[in-house]
């Protein structure tokens, strides 16, 4: 302000002082924000606009730091402000650089209201998009739509339908993904890096609608790409991978594509694209590989400020917790992905209501488990692929099986198959536990031996070629259970040799039980006893309350007198205070 402004302020400004209204010392500032408040809010708010507009071009003028100007700009109506665009933007950049995405968001939907060419609104609609997909946002649908139409520069324009194919698959909207990605490729055909991303993207979306699925996965399979070759190289790599596990193929080389894919990505390139190489490890019981790299990718999204990526990461590292047996650890996470599950319009759901459904149930809590999966359902009503539906019917079966609800058991294990044998998925240890098993032990608890026993060997088979621990261990304890008598007891046995050294602690617990009861009932009690303790200790120490309590059983009726576990240390406390710690 002008000396001479300021010399007519004073007197006021001294009288406030003296009364405790305004500070002593410069700049003037209320005293008592409810005074502050008071005032502003009486003036009328057309002037208090423009008196921002005002506040804007002095801290412009001044040298003030961006986000300062910006925050006036922010008050200010539209067009108010000279040059407005450059401080909005770089306090977006400043924002967003330090996680603070919902303040970089607003900055840029603020310069939305400012007149520019249509390139720089196009730009400006592509880093607000990326934001917004990165927060979890509705609106990054329309951001990116809009986009698309604005760019001339070819290259420009493919890059916005890649990224409108992109949030469309992140909602559950392949049809819509698939036709812009495949004008996007049809308008870029250099075979170059942003092809391959607009190919990989294609095919992320049409692998889940079982009409397009066959060709997809054909062409998919039929490129020849390498690590180094670009970020679309790598994600067409992980989603080879992914497909190559879900098939059943040959588990080294679903493997070796998913860790070159990873080793090349960047951190970024990881945060979006880990599901096809993260699904391959945990099917191939790479299990430990593939905590560390959620761990990190947790811990990343956390400092960012994701909220989407942190959501989806967390119900990712939920199912390698499941697969590991650490039950406490995956309801921490299964609850933290459902908490931060920003909207209704993510693929992704019903894999956070299902696998948190599933998880309950191991931990005892059947009626809560049943509650989230209906609230799943009632989710996914709209839902426009039927393979986001495959958790819940999971889950849906794991539930009437807890309750002794064979016949519902069975009909939501054969459609569990009907659903996953629709997209290739024919790998028993893709969708775990497998509709097999799950539809075998039904069979069998409804006296229905031969169905049983036929849906058992497959799996058996199936299981074998595939070669991890955790499934063949699963197949095998199944069919001993359905085999009865000493070829079963060995059955069983051999489940749990294969278990002995592999990461799968719950399914190892199971198998001990299973041999423990086994031999129970052929009273062969001392060494029963021996089993049926280890796999209680096992099952208390990983939280699976379902299990401990039959085993528990199952060791009375040998005629033991089992004492209950005292937790302590990090393995007492429970899956609200491990997400605390987690933090």
Known sequence: RSTRASAAVAPAAAALARVDLLQQEPPLRFVHPVVRNAVYENSPPHERAQEHARAAAVLASSGAPAEKTAGQILLAPAESVDDALPPLREAARRAAAEGALASAARYMQRALEEPMSDDERGGLLLELGAVELTLGSPSVLARFDEAVGLFADPEQRAQAQLELGRALYWAGREDEAIAVLEQGLAEWDREDDLHRRLQAQLFANATRLPEHYEDARRRLESLQVEADEGPGARM????????????????????????????????????????????????????????????????????????????????????????????????????????????????????????????????????????????????????????????????????????????????????????????????????????????????????????????????????????????????????????????????????????????????HAYALADLGAALRRANRRAEARDHLRRALELAQRLGATLLGERTHEELIATGARPRRLVLSGVDALTPSERRVAAM
């Open 236 to 507: 067409l790599l992980g989603m080879q991978a992914y497909h190559e596990a879900a098939q059943g193929g040959t588990r080294s080389r679903a493997v070796e594509r998913a860790e070159r894919a990873l080793a090349a990505m960047s951190e970024d390139e990881r945060s979006w694209n880990y599901i096809g190489p993260g699904y391959a490890l945990l099917v191939s019981d790479r299990l430990e590989e593939s905590i560390r790299l959620l761990d990190s990718l947790i811990a990343r999204a956390r400092k960012n400020g994701s909220v989407f990526n942190l959501a989806g990461l967390s119900i990712m590292r939920a199912m390698v917790h499941y697969a590991r047996g650490a039950l406490v650890d995956a309801e921490a996470d299964a609850r933290a992905a459902l908490d931060g599950l920003p909207h209704r319009q993510v693929w992704f759901g019903s894999h956070v209501h299902g696998w948190l459904a599933q998880i309950l149930v191991e931990r005892g809590a059947v009626d809560e488990a049943a509650e989230v999966a209906r609230s799943g359902g009632d989710r996914l009503a709209s839902a426009s692929e039927p393979l986001a539906r495959a958790p819940l019917i999971r889950a849906e079966a794991t539930i009437a099986a807890a309750r002794g609800e064979h016949r519902t058991a069975l009909t939501a294990a054969r459609a569990l198959g009907d659903n996953l044998t629709a997209y290739g998925h024919d790998n028993p240890g893709f969708s775990y536990p497998s509709w097999r098993s799950l539809a075998a032990q039904a069979h069998l608890a409804l006296g229905e031996t031969d169905e049983a026993l036929g849906l058992a060997r497959e799996e058996m088979e199936l299981t074998r070629a595939w070669g991890a621990p955790r499934a063949l261990g699963r197949a095998l304890r199944t069919l001993g259970l359905i085999e009865g008598g000493d070829e079963g007891i060995e059955r069983i046995r051999e489940a749990v040799t294969v278990l002995e050294d592999s990461p799968a602690k719950l399914e």
